[in-house]
């Protein structure tokens, strides 16, 4: 994008503070053995909540940026392969701290992909709803199959005692993504319209969160390593 969304730094920015609330209360169970119940309820529904507004602005930032200027496929692979070596970082250092659990297929591994398989979507306009709905639906039946193997598991087969501290499969994931392009497509088909009325310069909430949302990747990569090391320097100190 030219000029920056204000309104979609504003979410990602509401979405990483998000994330950063419930790594925290992770790495309390992780380190402290809290038995939050973080897969269930309130903060399961929470834990789905973020994960679905970063991926639904992966989607309209991807309709804004690259879909809607009609990019060529290199813009594509130039994209998804920053965040690929990302990815491949996290997959190499979580093995090495956490060899039962380490991401095989996390959050920013989808990302990578998504951005690939959205090129031949991009035609499709708001057909694409009907497409993230099949992808949802079909992730929501999948996970009460019971496979035997894991050789398949990007895509959401997997055997029942599979576990990683980031997983999140193609299906249904990237239905959520498609959701994303087809909302872009739909609000901003003409303008980008609502950025006018927000003003975050004159708003320190507003500045904050949109500040956030312009070093989301940053932000993500790092965050992690902060709360390790303060949890471990609490352990250290106690």
């Known amino acids: 994008m030219s000029k920056r969304v204000v309104e979609i730094d504003l979410l990602r920015g509401i979405a990483i503070i998000m994330m950063i609330i419930y790594h925290f209360l992770f790495d309390l169970n992780f380190f402290f053995n809290a038995k939050i119940p973080l897969t269930t309820g309130v903060f ?7 994960a679905s507004l970063f991926l639904l602005l992966v989607g309209i930032s991807l309709y804004l940026s690259n879909i809607k200027s009609n990019a060529p496929l290199k813009k594509y692979l130039k994209r998804a392969s920053k965040i690929f070596l990302f990815r491949m970082i996290i997959t190499v250092v979580t093995f090495f701290i956490v060899p039962k659990y380490y991401v095989i297929f996390g959050v920013l591994h989808l990302i990578s992909v998504s951005i690939l398989l959205s090129y031949p979507f991009r035609k499709f306009g708001k057909l694409n709803l009907v497409f993230a709905l099949i ?51 739909l609000l901003y088909k003409k303008e980008m319209a609502t950025t006018k009325n927000l003003t975050p310069q004159k708003n320190l909430l507003l500045k904050f969160l949109a500040t956030l949302g312009r070093n989301a990747l940053g932000i993500y990569l790092l965050h992690q390593v902060v709360l390790f090391s303060l949890f471990q320097l609490i352990i250290f100190l106690s």
């Not at 399961?44 to 973020?50: C, D, E, L, P, R």
């Not at 949802?136 to 496979?147: A, C, E, S, T, V």
């Not at 895509?155 to 498609?178: A, C, E, K, N």
């Open 44 to 50: 399961g529904i929470f834990q789905k909540a973020t």
């Open 135 to 185: 992808f949802i639906f079909l992730g929501m039946i999948i996970p009460k199959i019971n496979f035997s193997s894991n050789s398949l598991l990007v895509l959401g087969f997997h055997t029942r005692d599979f576990f990683s501290l980031d997983y999140f499969p193609i299906f249904p994931w990237f239905g959520v993504v498609l959701l994303g392009i087809y909302l872009g497509n």
